[in-house]
């Protein structure tokens, strides 16, 4: 084997833990693959000599993804107020061996959309911190941040992921209300929806920034029922499914994938509904292993 083909076999064992750093720091599946590619160009031609090839690569995509975090943040004249990251849709009963690296830590789309929140630079020192244990003597150099400084970065991004609603672990339970929300949906049951909700609920909603319908969030459970039942005709194409691992729903009237629904369902009730409904972004989803 030569030292091209050593390099590439050491990448592929890399490529997970890589693609999962980058999901963390974008929310974004394709930008996450453009980022690990971009990584796999730095080693092909400047990881000669690399004695810790795996450290240097979580460095290099860590740098990848703080620059195309400032890069977004730069072309945006104005923040979302609606922004729910690419959903990683499994069947309801099983996931898919190549998520699983993905959706280690129970990243749901609630702390995906917390992480939106962050500046680049706390969302890398906690993403790389708390969720990958790396040293933050190494992640200051990345935001060009003594480590003391760094810290602060990963304790203020803390405090904001420790208040994101924390689901029920038993998917059972999950299924359980996820299905009474979608009968009552159906039937254009109020008070069935009403039960199925916490009183303090959010729904984020995003159409995309192109739609004719806006993007919103929507909160208190007698405004969110009020939302369902406007789009209680749709609510018969649900199809169950897991959604970053928690139960959610598919929305596909004759195949064509309009919504996908991620849940946050705790003590029995739902906390938070999170809808990606971006027609041009849905598009690139892979929602296959739904029929198989």
């Known amino acids: 084997m030569d030292e091209n083909e050593s390099l590439a ?3 592929e064992e890399n490529r997970p833990r890589l693609r999962a750093v980058a999901y963390r720091m974008l929310g974004s599946l394709s930008e996450a693959e453009d980022a690990v590619q971009e990584a796999w160009l730095r080693a092909d031609s400047s990881s000669e000599g690399v004695e810790n090839l795996s ?10 993804c703080l620059d195309m975090l400032r890069s977004r943040q730069a072309r945006r004249e104005d923040p979302l107020d609606v922004h729910v990251p690419d959903p990683i849709v499994d069947r309801p009963d099983r996931v898919d061996p190549e998520h699983e690296a993905l959706l280690t830590d129970s990243v749901g789309l609630a702390l995906l959309v917390v992480l939106d929140t962050l500046a ?3 969302r890398l020192a906690f993403v790389l911190h708390d969720m990958f244990g790396v040293p933050f003597e190494e992640i200051a150099p990345i935001v060009d941040r003594a480590p003391a400084a760094t810290r602060q970065l990963a304790s203020r991004a803390r405090r904001r992921v420790q208040g994101r609603a924390v689901p029920d672990p038993d998917l059972n339970r999950q299924r359980k209300v996820v299905d009474a929300f979608l009968a009552a949906a159906r039937g254009g049951d109020f008070e069935g929806l009403l039960a199925t909700l916490d009183p303090d609920i959010v729904l984020r909603a995003d159409y995309g920034p192109g739609s004719l319908t806006p993007s919103k969030t929507v909160l208190g459970a007698h ?5 369902a039942l406007s789009f209680a005709q749709y609510a018969q194409f649900a199809r169950p499914a ?3 691992g928690a139960m959610g729903v598919v929305n596909a009237p004759e195949g064509r994938t309009m919504a996908v629904l ?9 906390v938070e509904i999170n809808i990606l409904a971006d027609l041009e972004r849905l598009a690139d989803l892979d929602v296959a292993a739904l029929d198989a």
């Open 9 to 11: 076999e050491r990448f």
């Open 120 to 122: 680049p630079a706390e």
């Open 262 to 270: 991620g849940f946050t369902v705790r003590d029995d009730r739902i």
């Open 242 to 244: 897991l959604v970053n």
């Open 223 to 227: 405004a969110v029922v009020q939302n």
């Open 55 to 64: 450290g240097w690569l979580t460095t290099v995509v860590s740098r990848v």
